[in-house]
Every structure is written in structure tokens, then in C-alpha cells.
């Protein structure tokens, strides 16, 4: 089972951005967002208040900053980037930013030929000059999205991490929902979920020899929760410590094994006990909205299409007032990134793009109802990667 990228990926997304930059007569591009750095490396660390820059020049292997508490992790997960430098600490004596300049010199790199996904390094406590700045006012060409828009097309590689992902997803799924019963509260639900979910997968990886690397110090390999009763009615409620009752709309999620910072989405609404007349209608109404943006979805179609399909029939099904967000979004090396199942969006559907499909309906005093799935896009439509059950009569909770 592949649960990390090979080499040859990086390789090609390299080659990408330098065929962009000879394109446009640049030098370089100064990379400041770590996940455009995990993108473009494999290099992967946690933002903070010390920055962290990869220089990608349009002949040549990249360049690195980095503080000195990330140096060691370089030969072990990055061992082909040879060219590093390093500074002691932020803010330092010396601020971190201007070691970047004998970056840019030790690479040979034009200052008034270079181009940046942004024009300073930004995180929480950061305070620094701009790039512009250090190098003496010249202005620099930003490109903030290149790297965004290249991620939106993933390769087969990635489509099968994301389908490893959804394997272990399905099985802590299963978990959450035979832990689910009156009196447990979302918190204990998550925690006894997620540790069996993480339980199953590291027995499954070590039957086949495979060493698991996590996303960063902390993280959990195999997300998920819930949200219940009234709070499920709100879109993005926090957890609490409410028991669950009989009568409860439960919206359980799972964001899948995170492999090589890849992961799926999958959700659904579960009812705890028998459930009620209305329940059941808007359960049904999520779930054809949901159908209907499944078959809407096709490559050559502005990303708006699905979403106005959707708005058209919830307009019709009388409950357009209990919609409070788009259709789905895109996924990848972030939970949500470009491009987004909205009315505002134009951008094109392409196979190999990877999406969520999360219709939802929200009724305060009765619940909240959303079933979410991750999707690729196809050469004549979608494939629908996460294949829990769906129906009403497989997510009624018996009390």
C-alpha cells in the first residue's frame, strides 16, 4: 500500500514552476507558504514565528532557509536538498530574513529577477521586512496562486493516497457510529474513535512492513467526531460535553488517514432512535440535493453549475432559507482549497480534480443534515471515492 509520494512527483512539480519562471523571464520564485513548500519537497514543518523559505530557480536544484531546530530534519526527509541555510533563532541578533539574502547570492540569483508567492513572510508573533525590503526596494513580481493552481489537478499518485485515505476513513467510520448511544457525549465518542481508528491502521501498516510518518508532531493519522442534537444544526459547531439523547440528528465526519498529507472527507447524518416525520423529509431532501450535484458534476463546467443545481432545487424543496454554504470544495494538502462548489465560481472542471460534495440543511430544533463525500473528477463525470453507507434505514441508531 503507498502511503507516500515517490520522488519522480517532486521532480515534476519542480520542473513545472521552472518552466513558468524561464517563461517569464524570472529567476527564481521565493516560496514563504509551508504548503507550497510541502508541495514542491515533501519538506514538511509546523508555521511559526520562524520562517521557513525555499527558492526555486528556473536552472538549477532549490535553495533552502531554514531555523536551525528544522536543520536535521532535512537529510531525513528532503536528503537531494543540498543547499541550506541556516540561522540560529528568531527574532535572533540577526533577523532570520536576512540570512535569505546570502541565499539569493549563494545561488547566483538575480534580485530584480526574482518572483514570490508573497512579498514577506506572515505567521502568528512574526514581525520582519519585506522581501522587497531586504533587497533594497526593488519591486518583485508576485505570484500568490501558481502553486494553488497546480495543486488543483492531482496526479494518480495522489488520487491513490486519497483512496488509501478512504479505506482506513470507512473503518473509523464504522467506529463512530457503533460507539454512538445515550449518554455518550462528542468528545468521548471522537477520543475512543480516533484511538481505535489509529489502533487499526498502525496493524494494518505494520502487517505490511511499512513505517507511518505523521503530518506533524501531534497530529492525529486518523481524524473525525461528531456533532449532536442542537448543535448540529449549526454548520461549524464546537464539541461539548452534552450527553446525546434518543431523538438526536448526529453529523459524524472523518477525515480519512493522513497520508503524506493527503486525506478524503467523509460525513454523515445519523439519527439516534427512531426518527420523526421531518426528519425524515429533510434527510431525504440532503440526500437527493446530494445526488443531484453527484450528477451535475462533469468535466468542461464552471464549478458553479453543480452549485446552482443545488440552489435551484433546495429554492424548489422549500428550504433554500436552511442553506448556509456552497455545495463542496476542493481537497488536498489542505482541508479546503481551490477550486469551490459556489455560485461565484468559474473556474473550469478538470478530470483529476478532487473535491467534497457536502450539500447541507440546517433547522434549528431539529438538526442539522449533511452528508459529505470526496469526489474526483472524471473524463465523463465523477467518481465517488468514499463509499460509506448513505442511507436513512444504515444510519438509524437503534436505542
Known amino acids: 500500500m503507498m502511503i507516500?509520494?515517490?520522488?519522480?512527483?517532486?521532480?515534476a512539480r519542480l520542473d513545472r514552476v521552472r518552466e513558468a519562471l524561464r517563461d517569464a523571464e524570472r529567476d527564481a520564485l521565493c516560496i514563504f507558504s509551508a504548503v507550497s513548500i510541502l508541495y514542491l519537497t515533501g519538506f514538511r514543518h509546523s508555521p511559526s514565528e520562524r520562517p521557513v523559505v525555499l527558492l526555486v530557480p528556473a536552472d538549477g536544484e532549490p535553495g533552502i532557509l531554514v531555523p536551525e531546530l528544522e536543520e536535521a530534519h532535512l537529510p531525513i526527509r528532503v536528503p537531494w536538498l543540498k543547499t541550506v541555510q541556516v540561522y540560529p533563532e528568531y527574532p535572533g541578533l540577526r533577523h532570520p530574513i536576512e540570512y535569505l539574502v546570502e541565499l539569493i547570492t549563494r545561488m547566483g540569483l538575480s534580485p530584480n529577477r526574482l518572483a514570490a508567492d508573497s512579498l514577506s513572510y506572515g505567521a502568528p508573533g512574526y514581525r520582519g521586512p519585506s522581501l522587497s525590503d531586504i533587497l533594497g526596494g526593488i519591486k518583485i513580481a508576485t505570484w500568490p496562486h501558481l502553486i494553488e493552481e497546480m495543486r488543483m489537478i492531482k496526479s494518480p499518485a495522489?488520487?491513490?493516497?486519497?483512496?488509501?485515505?478512504?479505506?482506513?476513513?470507512?473503518?473509523?467510520?464504522?467506529?463512530i457510529q457503533d460507539i454512538i448511544?445515550?449518554?455518550?457525549?462528542?468528545?468521548?465518542?471522537s477520543l475512543v474513535a480516533c484511538a481505535e481508528g489509529v489502533s487499526m491502521m498502525f496493524d494494518e501498516l505494520t502487517k505490511l512492513g511499512i513505517d507511518y510518518i505523521g503530518q506533524d508532531n501531534g497530529s492525529i493519522p486518523v481524524p473525525g467526531g461528531l456533532i449532536s442534537g442542537p448543535t448540529s444544526a449549526l454548520p461549524h459547531p464546537l464539541d461539548t460535553n452534552r450527553p446525546m439523547e434518543a431523538g438526536d440528528v448526529i453529523i459524524s465526519w472523518s477525515g480519512g488517514a493522513i497520508l503524506d498529507g493527503h486525506s478524503s472527507e467523509l460525513e454523515r447524518t445519523m439519527i439516534l432512535g427512531t426518527?420523526?416525520?421531518?426528519?425524515?423529509?429533510?434527510?431525504?431532501?440532503?440526500?437527493?440535493?446530494?445526488?443531484?450535484?453527484?450528477?451535475?458534476?462533469?468535466?468542461?463546467?464552471?464549478?458553479?453549475?453543480?452549485?446552482?443545481?443545488?440552489?435551484?432545487?433546495?429554492d424548489k424543496a422549500g428550504v433554500l432559507h436552511m442553506r448556509h454554504h456552497h455545495t463542496g470544495h476542493g481537497r488536498g494538502y489542505e482541508g479546503h482549497e481551490m477550486p469551490f462548489f459556489d455560485l461565484g465560481d468559474e473556474t473550469i472542471l478538470q478530470p483529476g480534480m478532487v473535491m467534497s460534495v457536502e450539500p447541507g440543511f440546517?433547522?434549528?430544533?431539529?438538526?442539522?443534515?449533511?452528508?459529505?463525500?470526496?469526489?474526483?473528477?472524471?473524463?465523463?463525470?465523477?467518481?465517488?471515492?468514499?463509499?460509506y453507507p448513505r442511507s436513512l434505514e444504515e444510519l438509524t441508531i437503534a436505542v
Do not use: W
Open 4 to 11: 507516500e509520494l515517490p520522488p519522480e512527483e517532486y521532480t
Open 158 to 175: 495522489e488520487i491513490q493516497l486519497i483512496r488509501n485515505s478512504v479505506i482506513f476513513g470507512n473503518m473509523q467510520h464504522r467506529f
Open 181 to 189: 448511544a445515550p449518554g455518550k457525549t462528542e468528545i468521548e465518542v
Open 275 to 314: 426518527p420523526t416525520a421531518e426528519q425524515r423529509r429533510l434527510f431525504d431532501i440532503m440526500h437527493t440535493a446530494q445526488d443531484i450535484a453527484f450528477e451535475t458534476i462533469r468535466p468542461g463546467i464552471p464549478c458553479k453549475e453543480v452549485d446552482e443545481a443545488v440552489y435551484d432545487f433546495a
Open 362 to 387: 440546517y433547522a434549528p430544533g431539529i438538526g442539522g443534515f449533511r452528508h459529505s463525500d470526496t469526489i474526483v473528477v472524471t473524463e465523463s463525470g465523477c467518481d465517488i471515492l468514499t463509499n
